[in-house]
């Protein structure tokens, strides 16, 4: 008798094996949120500006790589594509520390850029694995757990990071990266090939965006802002609290996400995409007023847990939403675009909101990231995704 489809396995060794490439992957961007802001700080004298154009210019570089990311993947492969991303990432993860040791702001944004570059690969070429090794029907609770392994990942670094830096030094912190990066590689060697035999190159510039993902990277774009407003500030903004340990603030934003994203392979299947996203950008909308009005040490952890329950859905909601208004043929380039358009928020939306910060404060500066949050939700609840497939519930 043949067994239920129920009993498949779903999470078989080759996708743990993605949930480890990409865990270790994320651990990189996990030590960069504690340290960086203090490697800008103490060994360039820089401000909430610098550290805003040190995580920007990060974002610059994975924006000008990501709309050519697809194209990629579908010329070269995934697994290639992963290792070239990982072990370029090796090497400018090392040379974070002796750029800023010159005293010289332009040679750390230099590293900056092309750290940017080689991750806009890296995690395109995970996620969009992520979206192809499983069977289709399996997909919302593969990339739900898939996203939730990401945060495991920036957990690890934030946390270690953090206490590394703090006991050894910047060089030792971001050898702790390195160690990510090339363990990364190492994995994603393993990983088989899940390119369609029909994908094919984009031929012409046009083609490198997919449109309707286009406007679903557009709301993307618009509540992403939040992530970084809280990751990459956070420290700064905790030490007007006393807060010098930044990695409990930050290691409790990472637990929350996790716990929503554990559960968000079983609550996509069940509820309407449209819902959720306006239940997620609501609750950024709270979360970033909450920040902006904080008053005590208090009020921030609270602030960072609404947060942190808003922004956990949005990049796999809207990345599935992508997925599943595209053909399988444009499954990279879907992804791509959508992910194109956080590489905008992490670039400007960085470097708008460390110049906010430094001219009128951190309450103006969340207030900027609620609004933004807002602009999203009234995009959502719209005709302007009319079109996106992907809105409707799954059916499979």
Known sequence: MTAPA???????????????????????????????????????????????LAFGVWAIGMLVVRPFGGYMLDRVGRRPVMIGGALALVVTQLLHTPAAETGELWLLLVVRVFSGAASSVMYLSQATVATE?????????????????????????????????????FSWAFALA???????????????????????????MSDLFHPVAARIGIV???VFVGFLGFNAFIADYGEEFGIEDARWLLLTYSMVVMAMRSVSGRVFTR??????????????????????????????YAAAVVLAIG???????????????????????AVATVTTFGDVANALGALA???????FGYDSMYVVVAVSAFAALALMRSRFLVGAGGLRRPTH
């Open 311 to 333: 922004l956990a859905w949005n990049v796999p909601l809207m990345i599935l939403i992508a997925v599943d208004s595209a053909s399988d043929a444009e499954r990279s380039r």
């Open 6 to 52: 129920a009993t498949e396995r779903v999470y078989t060794p080759r996708i743990l094996a993605v949930f480890g490439a990409t865990m270790l992957y994320f651990g990189v961007a996990g030590v960069a949120f504690p340290v960086l802001p203090r490697l800008v700080e103490r060994e360039l004298g820089g401000g909430s500006a610098e550290i805003g």
């Open 353 to 359: 909101l460390g110049f906010v910060a430094d001219a």
């Open 178 to 204: 390195a160690v990510f990066c090339g363990s990364t590689a190492v994995v994603a060697f393993f990983l088989p090939e899940t390119r369609p035999d029909d994908a094919v190159p984009a031929a012409k």
């Open 271 to 300: 509820f309407p995409r449209r819902q959720l996203a306006t239940f997620a950008h609501g609750t950024v909308i709270i979360g970033a007023l909450l920040l902006a009005t904080a008053s005590s040490t208090a009020w921030l």
């Open 220 to 222: 993307n774009m618009l």
């Open 133 to 169: 090794l499983p069977p289709v029907e399996h997909r919302d609770q593969v990339f739900g757990l898939f996203s939730t392994v990401v945060l495991v990942g920036f957990a690890v670094g934030q946390v270690f990071g953090e206490i590394i830096m703090q006991a050894h030094g």
